[in-house]
């Protein structure tokens, strides 16, 4: 099974700032998820990328699929504390069409 | 309506029982699955079904057993619990494009 690791694992920030995570991998995927879990809730999709160096965004999130499609980066910019959550990344491995997940990154926006 | 509902919702047990846990899907879709959620929040695929048949058993031990009775229905089934068992159990299913996830089930072993 191929592995999904994404950085930072943690990210506290204040109000208005922008940040960036990342996920990346060695192995190639057909295409590319994220998505975001509030406590006690199940994850719900953001948004799939399928073609390497594509780019979406949703409103004041940018997701990038890299060129290899090995890698993906999720954007936020002027975050809200309402964006505060776990941000999963998730690829489809290309033989079995698992849904592999990545390790997660938690963030945390404060007023 | 919910889409993806899994009961219970929380489940305390001690080692060495036997516990369920039910999944129902109205989306009409062909295909469900179940993840394991740990306490780093890491979420591993365990099993998926496509219309009552079982596509990807992920190296779970035998103490995990999937039922599907139906293609709206993913059962769990855990003999023999054990401390490493604890953990948030999620039931998704999906359309091929994206999965619906059902608000977990958190079990906890003592």
């Known amino acids: 099974t191929q592995l999904l690791e994404q950085s930072p694992q943690f990210l506290s920030i204040q109000e208005g700032e922008n940040l960036t995570v990342y996920c990346n991998s060695s192995?190639?995927?057909?295409?590319l998820q994220w998505y975001r879990q509030e406590p006690g809730e199940g994850p719900v999709l953001l948004v799939t990328?399928?073609?390497?160096?594509e780019v979406k965004k949703l409103k004041r999130l940018t997701f990038q699929f890299g060129d290899a499609r090995k890698d993906s980066s999720l954007h936020i910019t002027a975050a809200q504390p309402g964006d505060t959550g776990l941000y999963l990344c998730a690829g489809f491995e290309y033989n079995t069409d698992k849904l592999i997940f990545g390790t997660g990154t938690r963030l945390q926006v404060f007023p | 309506d919910t889409a993806v509902s899994q009961t219970p919702k929380y489940l305390v047990t001690q080692m060495g029982n036997d516990k369920s846990i039910k999944c129902e899907q109205n989306?009409?879709?062909?295909?469900m699955y179940w993840y394991k959620q740990d306490s780093k929040k890491f979420l591993k695929i365990m099993f998926s079904y496509n219309n009552k048949e079982l596509i990807i058993n992920e190296t779970v031990p035998n103490r995990f057993s999937p039922k599907s009775p139906d293609k709206a229905h993913l059962n769990l089934h855990i003999n023999s619990l054990e401390l490493g068992d604890s953990a948030v159990y999620f039931c998704a299913s999906s359309d091929l494009l994206e999965l619906f996830f059902g608000e977990g089930s958190r079990l906890t072993v003592l």
């Open positions: 990328v399928v073609t390497g160096g």
């Open positions: 989306l009409g879709h062909d295909t």
């Open positions: 192995s190639v995927f057909s295409s």
